[in-house]
Nanobody, 119 residues
């Protein structure tokens, strides 16, 4: 079984920066893609940024996704935070598991980490 856990959330002031981490753990798996989503209050979940599993980093506006030194950890750095960035942030990991020689695709979401931004 592959597990995905986000961390790094917490109250921040507008204008500041924050780094969230997404850690995937388990056995015999490879990562194809990692994406970050968020769900602002009273809005639908929306895509924030992402990158291929083989990537090093990717920048989308104020959002930078990068691989940590640990192989299965991907960070999301948010710069110039705004109150409208408030909400839970989720990481989703897509990849393949090797189960007794058979490759099975997976797409697993973490439980999310809260990011409240004060004005």
């Amino acid at each position: 079984q592959v597990q995905v856990v986000e961390s790094g959330g917490g109250l921040v002031q507008a204008g500041g920066s924050l780094r969230l981490s997404c850690s995937a753990s388990g056995s015999s798996f490879s990562i194809d893609h990692v994406d970050w989503y968020r769900q602002p209050p009273e809005k639908q979940r929306e895509w924030v940024a992402g990158m291929p599993g083989s990537g090093v980093s990717s920048v989308t506006g104020r959002f930078t996704v990068s691989r940590d030194n640990a192989k299965n950890v991907v960070n999301l750095e948010i710069d110039s935070l705004k109150p409208e960035d408030t909400g839970p942030y989720y990481c989703t990991v897509r990849g393949l598991r090797n189960i007794r020689g058979t490759l099975l695709a997976f797409d697993i979401w973490g439980q999310g980490t809260q990011v409240p931004v004060s004005s």
